[in-house]
């Protein structure tokens, strides 16, 4: 097995959709996935970033409209949940909390 492919199994543990995956030979895949009810997507695999090999371990963050229930239910499924948080504009500072404007 393949961490390509047990990243896909904790992705969907948590209950994100699989929207494709892709592959070339056995030195590329490339495999997209999106949480429920949100517009973003990320992506993950092997061979698609020419600066490292294999399976990138950069954190995911998902940004949420309502929080209510939300990180119980990924704890639940085995994710790693931060405290709530904001930046204070493009490439600013992180700062603790929701942003206040919502």
């Known amino acids: ?3 390509v492919d047990r990243a896909k199994r904790f992705y969907e543990s948590l209950g994100w959709r699989l929207d494709a995956d892709f592959a070339a030979g056995d030195s590329w ?3 997209q996935m ?3 009810g949100s517009p973003c997507s990320i992506h993950f695999g092997k061979g698609v970033d020419q600066g490292s ?3 990138s371990q950069e954190p995911v963050s998902r940004g949420v409209r ?3 229930g939300t990180p ?3 704890i639940s499924r085995g994710a790693d949940v931060s ?3 904001h930046f204070t504009g493009f490439g600013g500072a992180r700062v603790p909390g929701p942003d206040p404007e919502r």
Do not use: I, W
Request: glycine share 4%; proline share 10%.
């Open 1 to 3: 097995m393949s961490d």
């Open 29 to 31: 895949r490339v495999v």
């Open 34 to 36: 999106t949480p429920p």
């Open 53 to 55: 090999a294999g399976l």
């Open 66 to 68: 309502h929080r209510s």
């Open 72 to 74: 119980r239910e990924l």
């Open 83 to 85: 405290e709530a948080f």
